[in-house]
């Protein structure tokens, strides 16, 4: 059964439509604090715990899909509500099944807020940069193994050559595959590197 229920001031669920009857068996603390002042009026829209053996029903909300040729579908928005004076705006929260926060969002154009895991929401951060690889380093995805210098050279030049010819082209090898990983991951979360916009 989907129903929506309204409480209002910490008064009793009151169905809107659905159940004939409010239901006794709404989700624990769904009107607490932590979805607002405790005092405020709230909605429940959503499915109804099973009653007998069965399994918990799904919901799915969904945008309107188009109709005729090259059309575009409809979007699904999640909007939490704007503040007024020195309240702060409200947040759209995705919780697990114990009501703890997994993806929280908030804040207001130009200083959009994003949390994890009940983090604390933060505002997009700043693009951490492309690294620039002046190395001349070459990359196959593998860190190398570093040759230790010879034992006992016969004199400095020869410990330099040995050093020139194994350990540094190594160390520009290893340094460049840090560079093309650290650039890589930029790409994939950084708006500045058509990422997914996680920084800037």
Same mark, same amino acid.
């Given at each position: 059964?989907?129903?929506?229920? &309204?409480?209002?001031?910490? =008064?009793?669920?009151?169905? /809107?439509? @659905?159940?004939? %009857?409010?239901? $006794? #068996?709404?989700?624990? !603390?769904?009107?607490?604090?932590?979805?607002?002042?405790?005092?405020?009026?709230?909605?429940?829209?959503?499915?109804?715990?099973? &009653?007998?053996?069965?399994? =918990?029903?799904?919901?799915? /909300?969904? @945008?309107?899909? %188009?109709?005729? $040729? #090259?059309?575009?579908? !409809?979007?699904?928005?999640?909007?939490?509500?704007?503040?007024?004076?020195?309240?702060?705006?409200?947040?759209?929260?995705?919780?697990?099944?114990?009501?703890?926060?997994?993806?929280?969002?908030?804040?207001?154009?130009? %200083?959009?807020?994003?949390?994890?895991?009940?983090?604390?929401?933060?505002?997009?951060?700043?693009?951490?940069?492309?690294?620039?690889?002046?190395?001349?380093?070459?990359?196959?995805?593998?860190?190398?193994?570093?040759?230790?210098?010879?034992?006992?050279?016969?004199?400095?030049?020869?410990?330099?050559?040995?050093?020139?010819?194994?350990?540094?082209?190594?160390?520009?090898?290893?340094?460049?595959?840090?560079?093309?990983?650290?650039?890589?991951?930029?790409?994939?979360?950084?708006?500045?590197?058509?990422?997914?916009?996680?920084?800037?």
């Amino acid at each position: 059964m989907l129903s929506l229920y &309204t409480q209002v001031d910490g =008064g009793g669920y009151t169905p /809107l439509f @659905g159940l004939s %009857a409010v239901a $006794s #068996n709404l989700p624990a !603390g769904l009107f607490s604090p932590a979805f607002g002042d405790g005092a405020g009026a709230f909605a429940f829209f959503g499915c109804d715990t099973a &009653t007998t053996d069965r399994n =918990g029903m799904a919901m799915v /909300l969904l @945008g309107g899909g %188009a109709g005729g $040729s #090259n059309r575009n579908g !409809g979007d699904s928005i999640l909007r939490p509500g704007a503040k007024t004076g020195s309240g702060v705006p409200g947040k759209s929260l995705m919780q697990s099944v114990d009501a703890t926060n997994v993806v929280a969002v908030g804040g207001t154009t130009g %200083a959009e807020t994003l949390g994890f895991f009940g983090a604390t929401l933060v505002t997009q951060p700043a693009d951490v940069g492309a690294l620039t690889d002046n190395l001349s380093g070459t990359t196959d995805g593998t860190m190398q193994a570093l040759t230790d210098p010879a034992d006992a050279p016969a004199s400095v030049d020869a410990l330099r050559d040995d050093l020139v010819a194994n350990l540094i082209p190594e160390l520009r090898n290893n340094l460049a595959e840090l560079t093309v990983k650290h650039n890589a991951w930029r790409s994939v979360f950084s708006a500045g590197a058509s990422g997914l916009g996680l920084t800037a």
